[in-house]
């Protein structure tokens, strides 16, 4: 009896542990990049760095363009924790450090052109723009349907196969 409450009790808190394990969407970058007014070249590797760390490089493919902007086009991606949401990211090609910065957020997408230029390191702030609170919707004067589930579709399932589990253990 003790065996199914723990074998329950283990399918729960692998659930839990599970949804919390989930980490944020990548930030991706796309766009242009000169090295002291000149296009950078075919090969030259841009690293995105949050103070020391890289955490995302690509090739440059044509001489002055990284990425693209199409759905399948290769673009530098930065793979985050929730802890670095909010930090700023620094581009760098060599030692040589981009005027734009970024702070970091999850899940977008940025056209972000890159000047690599003496003197003007981490002088720009190329961050998108927060979006506009659109204020709070006015709510239907209806009521809410009636019969909607209470517990999620995915938990259900885990529900069922722990107690379809204990249930085929006792026979």
Known sequence: MKLE????????????????????????????????GQPVSQGTIIVAKLNETALGSINVTADGTYGGAETFDKRLVVNTGEDTIGKTLT???????????VTLRAGESQELNLLFEEGKEATIDASLASKPD??????????????????????????????????????
């Open 134 to 171: 659109m204020g709070t919707p006015e709510l239907p004067a209806t009521p809410a349907p009636t019969g909607a589930p209470l517990i999620s579709a995915p938990f259900l399932a885990l529900l069922v196969t722990a107690l379809l589990a204990v249930a085929f253990r006792r026979t």
């Open 5 to 36: 409450y723990g074998m329950l009790f283990l399918c729960l808190v692998g659930l839990v542990a599970a949804v919390s394990a989930v980490p944020p969407l990548p930030y991706e970058f796309y766009g242009t990049a000169t090295l002291d």
């Open 91 to 101: 581009f760098w090609i060599g030692d040589r450090q981009a005027a734009q910065t």
